[in-house]
Protein backbone atom coordinates (compact mmCIF):
# COMPACT_ATOMS: atom_id res chain seq x y z
CA UNK A 1 0.00 0.00 0.00
CA UNK A 2 2.43 2.60 0.80
CA UNK A 3 4.73 1.91 -2.14
CA UNK A 4 1.58 2.07 -4.09
CA UNK A 5 1.36 5.54 -2.36
CA UNK A 6 4.84 6.50 -3.09
CA UNK A 7 4.71 4.82 -6.63
CA UNK A 8 1.91 7.50 -7.20
CA UNK A 9 3.51 10.32 -5.66
CA UNK A 10 6.72 10.00 -7.63
CA UNK A 11 4.29 9.20 -10.53
CA UNK A 12 2.90 12.92 -10.12
CA UNK A 13 6.45 14.13 -9.69
CA UNK A 14 7.70 12.94 -12.66
CA UNK A 15 4.79 14.04 -14.92
CA UNK A 16 5.63 17.51 -12.85
CA UNK A 17 9.27 17.59 -13.65
CA UNK A 18 8.44 16.49 -17.23
CA UNK A 19 6.28 19.21 -18.33
CA UNK A 20 9.25 21.55 -16.84
CA UNK A 21 11.58 19.98 -19.02
CA UNK A 22 9.16 20.51 -22.09
CA UNK A 23 9.30 24.46 -20.63
CA UNK A 24 13.30 24.29 -20.66
CA UNK A 25 13.89 23.00 -23.94
CA UNK A 26 11.22 25.12 -25.58
CA UNK A 27 12.72 28.14 -24.08
CA UNK A 28 16.09 26.60 -25.03
CA UNK A 29 14.91 26.04 -28.37
CA UNK A 30 13.45 30.57 -28.71
CA UNK A 31 16.53 31.18 -27.48
CA UNK A 32 18.82 29.52 -29.62
CA UNK A 33 16.69 30.41 -32.62
CA UNK A 34 16.75 34.23 -31.74
CA UNK A 35 20.49 33.30 -31.39
CA UNK A 36 21.42 31.85 -34.79
CA UNK A 37 19.09 34.21 -36.65
CA UNK A 38 21.37 37.10 -34.73
CA UNK A 39 24.55 35.04 -36.62
CA UNK A 40 22.78 35.11 -39.95
CA UNK A 41 22.71 39.25 -39.62
CA UNK A 42 25.76 39.62 -38.50
CA UNK A 43 26.96 37.41 -41.88
CA UNK A 44 24.72 39.63 -44.13
CA UNK A 45 25.91 42.92 -42.36
CA UNK A 46 29.69 41.84 -42.64
CA UNK A 47 29.06 40.46 -46.12
CA UNK A 48 28.01 43.57 -47.44
CA UNK A 49 30.76 45.67 -45.83
CA UNK A 50 33.46 43.04 -47.08
CA UNK A 51 31.88 43.32 -50.93
CA UNK A 52 32.57 46.98 -50.25
CA UNK A 53 36.57 46.70 -48.94
CA UNK A 54 38.34 45.28 -52.21
CA UNK A 55 41.23 45.65 -50.11
CA UNK A 56 42.33 44.32 -46.82
CA UNK A 57 42.81 44.42 -43.91
CA UNK A 58 39.83 46.63 -43.92
CA UNK A 59 38.96 49.25 -40.97
CA UNK A 60 35.95 48.90 -41.74
CA UNK A 61 35.37 45.41 -41.30
CA UNK A 62 37.34 45.77 -38.39
CA UNK A 63 35.55 48.21 -37.02
CA UNK A 64 32.26 46.11 -37.83
CA UNK A 65 33.60 43.20 -36.41
CA UNK A 66 34.75 44.79 -33.01
CA UNK A 67 31.36 46.27 -32.24
CA UNK A 68 29.99 42.87 -32.88
CA UNK A 69 32.45 40.90 -30.84
CA UNK A 70 32.66 43.01 -27.81
CA UNK A 71 28.17 42.67 -28.09
CA UNK A 72 28.44 39.00 -28.68
CA UNK A 73 31.05 37.44 -26.92
CA UNK A 74 30.08 33.92 -27.99
CA UNK A 75 31.07 35.33 -31.70
CA UNK A 76 34.95 34.95 -30.52
CA UNK A 77 36.06 35.08 -34.27
CA UNK A 78 35.39 36.70 -36.95
CA UNK A 79 37.52 36.19 -39.92
CA UNK A 80 37.34 36.67 -44.12
CA UNK A 81 39.17 34.42 -46.40
CA UNK A 82 40.04 35.26 -50.16
CA UNK A 83 40.65 32.32 -52.72
CA UNK A 84 43.02 33.46 -55.15
CA UNK A 85 45.05 31.20 -57.95
CA UNK A 86 46.64 28.44 -55.51
CA UNK A 87 46.81 30.83 -52.56
CA UNK A 88 44.03 31.16 -49.74
CA UNK A 89 44.43 34.28 -47.79
CA UNK A 90 42.74 34.32 -44.02
CA UNK A 91 42.27 37.70 -42.30
CA UNK A 92 41.36 37.81 -38.54
CA UNK A 93 39.09 40.74 -37.20
CA UNK A 94 37.85 42.11 -34.37
CA UNK A 95 40.62 41.83 -31.99
CA UNK A 96 41.57 44.68 -29.73
CA UNK A 97 44.99 44.97 -31.72
CA UNK A 98 43.54 45.10 -34.92
CA UNK A 99 42.98 42.66 -37.59
CA UNK A 100 45.81 40.17 -38.05
CA UNK A 101 46.51 37.44 -40.86
CA UNK A 102 46.14 33.75 -40.17
CA UNK A 103 47.00 30.88 -41.63
CA UNK A 104 44.05 29.16 -42.79
CA UNK A 105 45.33 24.76 -42.04
CA UNK A 106 44.13 22.74 -43.30
CA UNK A 107 43.26 24.00 -46.48
CA UNK A 108 39.75 24.89 -46.76
CA UNK A 109 37.09 22.36 -48.05
CA UNK A 110 34.53 24.55 -49.87
CA UNK A 111 32.11 21.68 -50.28
CA UNK A 112 28.36 23.51 -50.40
CA UNK A 113 30.04 26.75 -50.80
CA UNK A 114 29.43 27.08 -54.81
CA UNK A 115 27.40 30.55 -55.10
CA UNK A 116 27.54 33.35 -52.86
CA UNK A 117 24.98 33.34 -50.69
CA UNK A 118 25.58 30.03 -49.85
CA UNK A 119 26.62 29.06 -46.23
CA UNK A 120 28.33 26.17 -44.41
CA UNK A 121 28.59 25.23 -40.70
CA UNK A 122 31.45 22.97 -39.38
CA UNK A 123 32.49 22.30 -36.00
CA UNK A 124 35.55 23.91 -35.39
CA UNK A 125 39.17 22.96 -34.91
CA UNK A 126 39.17 23.97 -31.40
CA UNK A 127 36.67 22.22 -28.98
CA UNK A 128 32.96 23.44 -27.87
CA UNK A 129 33.12 25.99 -30.99
CA UNK A 130 31.75 25.94 -34.10
CA UNK A 131 31.96 28.05 -37.24
CA UNK A 132 30.09 29.31 -40.04
CA UNK A 133 31.10 29.99 -43.46
CA UNK A 134 29.48 32.51 -45.84
CA UNK A 135 30.70 32.86 -49.10
CA UNK A 136 29.89 36.55 -49.41
CA UNK A 137 31.34 37.38 -52.95
CA UNK A 138 32.89 35.15 -55.67
CA UNK A 139 36.41 33.96 -53.79
CA UNK A 140 35.25 35.51 -50.58
CA UNK A 141 34.08 33.82 -47.65
CA UNK A 142 33.19 35.22 -44.38
CA UNK A 143 33.62 32.99 -41.12
CA UNK A 144 32.04 33.30 -37.58
CA UNK A 145 33.80 31.09 -35.13
CA UNK A 146 30.79 30.54 -32.02
CA UNK A 147 31.63 29.14 -28.70
CA UNK A 148 28.83 26.99 -27.77
CA UNK A 149 28.87 27.10 -24.35
CA UNK A 150 28.25 30.74 -24.29
CA UNK A 151 25.56 30.06 -27.20
CA UNK A 152 23.64 27.55 -24.89
CA UNK A 153 24.09 30.07 -22.06
CA UNK A 154 21.02 30.25 -20.28
CA UNK A 155 22.10 32.06 -16.93
CA UNK A 156 22.60 29.95 -14.08
CA UNK A 157 19.07 28.31 -13.63
CA UNK A 158 18.95 24.21 -14.43
CA UNK A 159 21.31 22.89 -12.81
CA UNK A 160 19.27 19.63 -12.92
CA UNK A 161 18.87 19.20 -16.73
CA UNK A 162 21.84 18.10 -19.32
CA UNK A 163 22.16 19.05 -22.47
CA UNK A 164 24.22 17.86 -25.44
CA UNK A 165 24.59 20.43 -28.92
CA UNK A 166 26.09 18.75 -32.14
CA UNK A 167 26.61 19.65 -35.48
CA UNK A 168 27.09 16.79 -38.46
CA UNK A 169 26.85 14.59 -35.71
CA UNK A 170 30.20 15.91 -33.86
CA UNK A 171 29.16 16.89 -30.50
CA UNK A 172 30.11 20.55 -30.04
CA UNK A 173 29.02 20.88 -26.02
CA UNK A 174 27.70 18.66 -23.28
CA UNK A 175 26.74 19.95 -20.12
CA UNK A 176 25.86 16.74 -17.24
CA UNK A 177 23.18 17.74 -15.00
CA UNK A 178 23.64 14.85 -12.27
CA UNK A 179 24.75 11.23 -12.79
CA UNK A 180 22.96 9.46 -9.69
CA UNK A 181 19.53 9.60 -11.27
CA UNK A 182 17.10 6.96 -11.14
CA UNK A 183 15.19 8.06 -14.24
CA UNK A 184 16.20 10.14 -17.58
CA UNK A 185 13.44 11.58 -19.64
CA UNK A 186 14.87 13.50 -22.81
CA UNK A 187 13.62 16.16 -25.30
CA UNK A 188 15.67 16.42 -28.92
CA UNK A 189 15.31 19.13 -31.40
CA UNK A 190 16.34 20.14 -35.00
CA UNK A 191 16.91 24.02 -35.35
CA UNK A 192 14.87 25.17 -37.93
CA UNK A 193 17.78 27.30 -39.02
CA UNK A 194 19.44 26.49 -42.78
CA UNK A 195 22.68 27.97 -41.86
CA UNK A 196 23.23 26.26 -38.48
CA UNK A 197 21.43 22.78 -38.44
CA UNK A 198 22.37 22.29 -34.70
CA UNK A 199 21.04 19.06 -33.08
CA UNK A 200 19.81 19.68 -29.55
CA UNK A 201 19.16 17.54 -26.49
CA UNK A 202 17.77 18.47 -23.54
CA UNK A 203 17.24 16.03 -20.90
CA UNK A 204 16.58 15.68 -17.05
CA UNK A 205 17.59 12.87 -14.46
CA UNK A 206 15.36 12.01 -11.90
CA UNK A 207 16.54 11.17 -8.12
CA UNK A 208 14.83 8.71 -6.30
CA UNK A 209 14.14 11.87 -3.12
CA UNK A 210 13.54 14.52 -6.15
CA UNK A 211 10.58 11.76 -7.20
CA UNK A 212 9.25 10.93 -3.09
CA UNK A 213 10.43 14.01 -1.72
CA UNK A 214 10.45 13.13 2.14
CA UNK A 215 8.64 16.16 3.14
CA UNK A 216 5.75 15.06 0.65
CA UNK A 217 6.18 11.76 1.33
CA UNK A 218 6.16 11.46 5.44
CA UNK A 219 2.98 13.09 6.10
CA UNK A 220 1.30 11.38 2.90
CA UNK A 221 2.42 7.75 4.81
CA UNK A 222 1.75 9.10 8.23
CA UNK A 223 -2.03 9.73 6.43
CA UNK A 224 -1.89 6.81 4.62
CA UNK A 225 -0.92 5.08 8.43
CA UNK A 226 -3.81 6.74 9.83
CA UNK A 227 -6.55 6.18 7.11
CA UNK A 228 -5.58 1.90 7.49
CA UNK A 229 -6.20 2.19 11.28
CA UNK A 230 -8.85 4.20 11.06
CA UNK A 231 -10.51 1.51 8.82
CA UNK A 232 -8.88 -1.27 10.29
CA UNK A 233 -10.67 -0.08 13.28
CA UNK A 234 -13.97 0.16 11.35
CA UNK A 235 -13.94 -3.25 9.80
CA UNK A 236 -12.80 -4.88 13.53
CA UNK A 237 -15.85 -2.57 15.27
CA UNK A 238 -18.16 -4.27 12.58
CA UNK A 239 -17.57 -7.06 13.08
CA UNK A 240 -17.53 -7.23 16.71
CA UNK A 241 -21.29 -5.52 16.05
CA UNK A 242 -22.12 -8.56 13.55
CA UNK A 243 -20.84 -11.08 16.12
CA UNK A 244 -22.99 -9.75 19.28
CA UNK A 245 -25.92 -9.37 17.05
CA UNK A 246 -25.53 -12.86 16.31
CA UNK A 247 -25.16 -14.39 19.65
CA UNK A 248 -27.62 -12.45 20.54
CA UNK A 249 -29.66 -13.82 18.29
CA UNK A 250 -28.47 -17.55 19.20
CA UNK A 251 -29.39 -16.57 22.80
CA UNK A 252 -32.70 -15.72 21.63
CA UNK A 253 -33.47 -18.70 19.92
CA UNK A 254 -31.26 -21.01 22.64
CA UNK A 255 -33.48 -19.06 25.18
CA UNK A 256 -37.15 -19.91 22.97
CA UNK A 257 -35.75 -23.55 22.46
CA UNK A 258 -35.25 -24.25 26.46
CA UNK A 259 -38.37 -22.32 26.84
CA UNK A 260 -40.06 -24.84 24.57
CA UNK A 261 -38.36 -27.94 25.64
CA UNK A 262 -39.40 -26.82 29.36
CA UNK A 263 -43.02 -26.41 28.65
CA UNK A 264 -42.50 -30.13 26.59
CA UNK A 265 -40.96 -31.87 29.99
CA UNK A 266 -43.37 -30.62 31.90
CA UNK A 267 -45.79 -31.92 29.67
CA UNK A 268 -43.97 -35.23 30.54
CA UNK A 269 -43.81 -34.72 33.46
CA UNK A 270 -47.24 -34.12 33.86
CA UNK A 271 -48.26 -36.84 32.48
CA UNK A 272 -45.81 -39.31 34.19
CA UNK A 273 -47.15 -38.07 37.41
CA UNK A 274 -51.00 -38.76 36.41
CA UNK A 275 -49.86 -42.43 35.39
CA UNK A 276 -47.69 -43.25 38.20
CA UNK A 277 -49.76 -41.80 40.60
CA UNK A 278 -53.12 -43.33 39.48
CA UNK A 279 -52.10 -46.90 40.08
CA UNK A 280 -51.90 -46.26 43.97
CA UNK A 281 -54.72 -43.88 44.35
CA UNK A 282 -56.85 -46.33 42.08
CA UNK A 283 -55.47 -49.36 44.93
CA UNK A 284 -56.32 -46.73 47.78
CA UNK A 285 -60.03 -46.29 46.29
CA UNK A 286 -60.69 -50.42 45.84
CA UNK A 287 -58.90 -50.97 49.31
CA UNK A 288 -61.13 -48.10 50.85
CA UNK A 289 -64.62 -49.64 49.65
CA UNK A 290 -63.16 -53.05 50.79
CA UNK A 291 -62.65 -51.85 53.92
CA UNK A 292 -66.22 -50.37 53.99
CA UNK A 293 -67.94 -53.63 53.30
CA UNK A 294 -65.50 -55.14 55.74
CA UNK A 295 -66.50 -53.27 58.34
CA UNK A 296 -70.18 -53.81 57.31
CA UNK A 297 -70.11 -57.64 57.65
CA UNK A 298 -67.52 -57.23 60.65
CA UNK A 299 -64.18 -58.53 59.08
CA UNK A 300 -61.82 -56.90 61.28
CA UNK A 301 -59.17 -58.71 59.39
CA UNK A 302 -60.11 -58.02 56.09
CA UNK A 303 -60.61 -54.16 57.05
CA UNK A 304 -56.96 -54.34 59.11
CA UNK A 305 -55.15 -55.79 55.86
CA UNK A 306 -57.00 -53.39 53.77
CA UNK A 307 -55.75 -49.99 55.68
CA UNK A 308 -52.66 -51.87 55.23
CA UNK A 309 -52.65 -51.20 51.89
CA UNK A 310 -54.12 -48.19 52.11
CA UNK A 311 -50.89 -47.16 53.97
CA UNK A 312 -48.30 -48.78 51.76
CA UNK A 313 -50.19 -47.07 48.61
CA UNK A 314 -50.58 -44.02 49.98
CA UNK A 315 -46.74 -43.91 51.14
CA UNK A 316 -45.89 -44.75 47.53
CA UNK A 317 -48.07 -42.02 46.32
CA UNK A 318 -46.11 -39.82 48.92
CA UNK A 319 -42.88 -40.73 48.16
CA UNK A 320 -43.15 -40.32 44.37
CA UNK A 321 -44.63 -36.75 44.58
CA UNK A 322 -41.42 -36.21 47.50
CA UNK A 323 -38.83 -37.47 44.66
CA UNK A 324 -40.72 -35.49 41.87
CA UNK A 325 -40.72 -32.28 43.70
CA UNK A 326 -36.51 -33.37 44.56
CA UNK A 327 -36.02 -33.84 40.98
CA UNK A 328 -37.67 -30.37 40.03
CA UNK A 329 -36.38 -28.74 42.75
CA UNK A 330 -34.01 -25.32 41.53
CA UNK A 331 -32.88 -25.17 45.36
CA UNK A 332 -29.37 -25.14 45.15
CA UNK A 333 -27.18 -28.11 46.62
CA UNK A 334 -25.79 -27.31 50.24
CA UNK A 335 -22.23 -27.85 49.02
CA UNK A 336 -19.44 -28.24 51.91
CA UNK A 337 -15.80 -29.93 52.15
CA UNK A 338 -16.22 -33.29 53.38
CA UNK A 339 -13.68 -36.08 54.02
CA UNK A 340 -15.83 -39.06 50.82
CA UNK A 341 -14.46 -42.11 52.65
CA UNK A 342 -16.54 -40.72 55.41
CA UNK A 343 -19.30 -39.39 53.87
CA UNK A 344 -19.40 -42.93 51.32
CA UNK A 345 -18.93 -45.23 54.26
CA UNK A 346 -21.71 -43.64 55.94
CA UNK A 347 -24.07 -44.05 52.88
CA UNK A 348 -22.84 -47.65 52.79
CA UNK A 349 -24.09 -48.08 56.49
CA UNK A 350 -27.35 -47.37 55.90
CA UNK A 351 -27.96 -50.23 52.99
CA UNK A 352 -25.44 -52.63 54.67
CA UNK A 353 -28.92 -54.32 56.53
CA UNK A 354 -30.83 -54.58 54.16
CA UNK A 355 -28.35 -56.46 51.87
CA UNK A 356 -27.23 -58.53 54.11
CA UNK A 357 -30.94 -59.84 54.86
CA UNK A 358 -31.40 -60.12 51.36
CA UNK A 359 -27.86 -61.89 51.31
CA UNK A 360 -26.04 -59.67 48.93
CA UNK A 361 -22.56 -59.38 49.36
CA UNK A 362 -21.22 -55.82 49.67
CA UNK A 363 -17.46 -55.27 48.61
CA UNK A 364 -16.05 -51.70 49.16
CA UNK A 365 -12.41 -50.19 48.29
CA UNK A 366 -11.14 -46.91 48.74
CA UNK A 367 -7.50 -45.73 47.61
CA UNK A 368 -5.53 -44.06 50.33
CA UNK A 369 -5.33 -40.76 48.32
CA UNK A 370 -9.22 -40.07 48.10
CA UNK A 371 -9.04 -37.14 50.23
CA UNK A 372 -12.23 -34.67 50.22
CA UNK A 373 -14.48 -33.17 47.61
CA UNK A 374 -16.89 -30.56 47.67
CA UNK A 375 -20.28 -32.15 47.87
CA UNK A 376 -23.75 -31.91 49.09
CA UNK A 377 -23.91 -34.51 52.00
CA UNK A 378 -27.57 -35.61 51.97
CA UNK A 379 -27.77 -35.93 48.28
CA UNK A 380 -24.28 -37.25 48.03
CA UNK A 381 -25.83 -40.48 50.34
CA UNK A 382 -29.24 -40.28 48.23
CA UNK A 383 -27.56 -40.88 45.18
CA UNK A 384 -25.40 -43.88 46.14
CA UNK A 385 -28.08 -45.62 47.98
CA UNK A 386 -30.13 -45.11 44.66
CA UNK A 387 -27.04 -47.14 43.04
CA UNK A 388 -26.91 -49.79 45.63
CA UNK A 389 -30.53 -50.43 45.66
CA UNK A 390 -30.79 -50.46 41.65
CA UNK A 391 -27.79 -52.89 41.90
CA UNK A 392 -29.71 -54.86 44.93
CA UNK A 393 -32.75 -55.56 42.68
CA UNK A 394 -30.48 -56.27 39.77
CA UNK A 395 -28.81 -59.60 41.79
CA UNK A 396 -31.82 -60.30 43.11
CA UNK A 397 -31.90 -63.53 41.57
CA UNK A 398 -28.74 -64.22 40.77
CA UNK A 399 -26.28 -67.02 42.59
CA UNK A 400 -23.49 -65.46 44.94
CA UNK A 401 -25.11 -61.54 44.38
CA UNK A 402 -22.87 -59.34 44.92
CA UNK A 403 -21.87 -55.19 44.48
CA UNK A 404 -18.82 -53.31 44.65
CA UNK A 405 -18.17 -49.95 45.54
CA UNK A 406 -14.40 -49.19 44.15
CA UNK A 407 -13.25 -45.39 45.05
CA UNK A 408 -10.53 -44.02 43.28
CA UNK A 409 -8.48 -40.71 42.78
CA UNK A 410 -8.10 -39.44 39.08
CA UNK A 411 -6.44 -36.73 38.65
CA UNK A 412 -8.45 -33.60 39.89
CA UNK A 413 -11.94 -35.68 40.41
CA UNK A 414 -12.69 -39.14 42.64
CA UNK A 415 -14.75 -41.92 40.53
CA UNK A 416 -16.68 -43.96 42.69
CA UNK A 417 -17.51 -46.96 40.91
CA UNK A 418 -20.87 -49.25 41.38
CA UNK A 419 -20.80 -52.69 39.84
CA UNK A 420 -22.63 -55.75 40.05
CA UNK A 421 -22.93 -59.26 39.18
CA UNK A 422 -26.83 -58.67 37.53
CA UNK A 423 -27.79 -58.67 34.37
CA UNK A 424 -26.57 -55.60 33.08
CA UNK A 425 -28.68 -53.18 31.28
CA UNK A 426 -30.22 -53.74 28.53
CA UNK A 427 -28.43 -52.35 25.57
CA UNK A 428 -31.50 -50.67 24.48
CA UNK A 429 -31.82 -48.96 26.89
CA UNK A 430 -28.32 -47.62 28.05
CA UNK A 431 -29.41 -44.41 26.28
CA UNK A 432 -32.76 -44.02 28.30
CA UNK A 433 -32.10 -45.08 31.74
CA UNK A 434 -31.53 -41.42 32.80
CA UNK A 435 -34.87 -40.18 31.56
CA UNK A 436 -37.33 -39.21 33.69
CA UNK A 437 -40.18 -42.35 34.48
CA UNK A 438 -38.16 -44.88 32.25
CA UNK A 439 -38.10 -48.02 34.57
CA UNK A 440 -37.87 -52.33 33.36
CA UNK A 441 -39.41 -52.70 36.39
CA UNK A 442 -43.12 -53.53 37.52
CA UNK A 443 -43.05 -51.51 41.02
CA UNK A 444 -40.46 -49.29 39.54
CA UNK A 445 -40.95 -45.40 39.37
CA UNK A 446 -38.03 -44.38 36.60
CA UNK A 447 -37.03 -41.43 39.06
CA UNK A 448 -34.04 -43.30 40.45
CA UNK A 449 -31.17 -42.31 37.88
CA UNK A 450 -32.73 -39.01 36.21
CA UNK A 451 -32.61 -37.81 39.87
CA UNK A 452 -29.25 -38.77 40.76
CA UNK A 453 -27.78 -37.33 37.55
CA UNK A 454 -29.35 -33.87 38.63
CA UNK A 455 -28.00 -34.14 42.17
CA UNK A 456 -24.84 -35.03 41.22
CA UNK A 457 -24.95 -31.84 38.05
CA UNK A 458 -25.44 -29.83 41.34
CA UNK A 459 -22.46 -30.39 42.88
CA UNK A 460 -20.18 -30.21 39.25
CA UNK A 461 -20.15 -33.86 39.17
CA UNK A 462 -21.77 -36.32 36.91
CA UNK A 463 -22.34 -40.14 36.33
CA UNK A 464 -22.37 -42.81 33.18
CA UNK A 465 -23.79 -46.19 33.18
CA UNK A 466 -22.04 -49.06 31.46
CA UNK A 467 -21.98 -53.09 30.75
CA UNK A 468 -19.09 -54.84 32.35
CA UNK A 469 -20.57 -58.24 33.18
CA UNK A 470 -23.36 -57.13 34.97
CA UNK A 471 -24.42 -52.90 35.35
CA UNK A 472 -21.64 -50.54 35.88
CA UNK A 473 -22.20 -47.04 37.03
CA UNK A 474 -19.22 -44.43 37.69
CA UNK A 475 -19.76 -41.08 39.57
CA UNK A 476 -17.55 -38.64 38.52
CA UNK A 477 -16.46 -35.61 41.54
CA UNK A 478 -14.04 -32.99 41.80
CA UNK A 479 -11.82 -33.39 44.48
CA UNK A 480 -11.38 -31.07 47.40
CA UNK A 481 -7.60 -30.67 48.58
CA UNK A 482 -5.10 -33.91 49.04
CA UNK A 483 -5.51 -36.07 52.42
P1 LIG B 1 -36.36 -47.54 38.81
O1 LIG B 1 -35.33 -48.16 39.69
O2 LIG B 1 -37.52 -47.01 39.56
O3 LIG B 1 -36.75 -48.33 37.62
P2 LIG B 1 -34.25 -45.88 38.05
O4 LIG B 1 -34.20 -44.54 37.38
O5 LIG B 1 -33.43 -45.98 39.27
O6 LIG B 1 -35.71 -46.22 38.23
O7 LIG B 1 -33.71 -46.93 37.01
C1 LIG B 1 -34.18 -46.89 35.69
C2 LIG B 1 -33.89 -48.19 35.01
O8 LIG B 1 -32.49 -48.40 34.82
C3 LIG B 1 -34.31 -49.43 35.75
O9 LIG B 1 -35.69 -49.67 35.61
C4 LIG B 1 -33.45 -50.48 35.08
O10 LIG B 1 -34.00 -50.91 33.88
C5 LIG B 1 -32.18 -49.76 34.79
N1 LIG B 1 -31.18 -50.05 35.85
C6 LIG B 1 -30.79 -49.23 36.83
N2 LIG B 1 -29.81 -49.83 37.55
C7 LIG B 1 -29.60 -51.02 37.02
C8 LIG B 1 -28.70 -52.11 37.31
N3 LIG B 1 -27.86 -52.05 38.35
N4 LIG B 1 -28.75 -53.20 36.52
C9 LIG B 1 -29.59 -53.27 35.49
N5 LIG B 1 -30.45 -52.29 35.14
C10 LIG B 1 -30.46 -51.19 35.91
Known amino acids: MSLAVMGLLGAYQYTSDLSDLSERTRSMEMLLAERLAQHDAHL ?4 AVVRMSPDEPSPSIQGLAENIITRYPRITDIATISIGSGTVRAVSYGRAMGPEIIDLQPILDLTGLEKTGDTSA ?22 LRIDTDALLDMGDEGAQYSSMLSLNHTVLFEKNGGTDALLTASNTLDTSNHSQPLHLMVSRGFRLNELCPPQLAFPLLAGLAAITWLIMRYRHASRERQSQERRAMLFEQEAKLAQAGRVNAIGEMASGIAHELAQPIAAILSQSQAAKRALAIKRPDILESAIDANIRDARRAGDILSRMRAYVSGAPARIEE ?28 MSDNVGTGHVDVIS ?15 VADRQNPNITVDVLRQGNEVLIVVADNGPGIEPSSLDRIFDPFFTTKTEGMGLGLPLSARLLEKMNGSIEACNDGGARFTIHLPTGMLP
Open 338 to 365: ISLTEAITDALRLVEADLAQRGIALAVT
Open 122 to 143: RPATTPHAYEIFKLVAPKRLLR
Open 380 to 394: FQQVLHNLVRNAADA
Open 44 to 47: SGLG
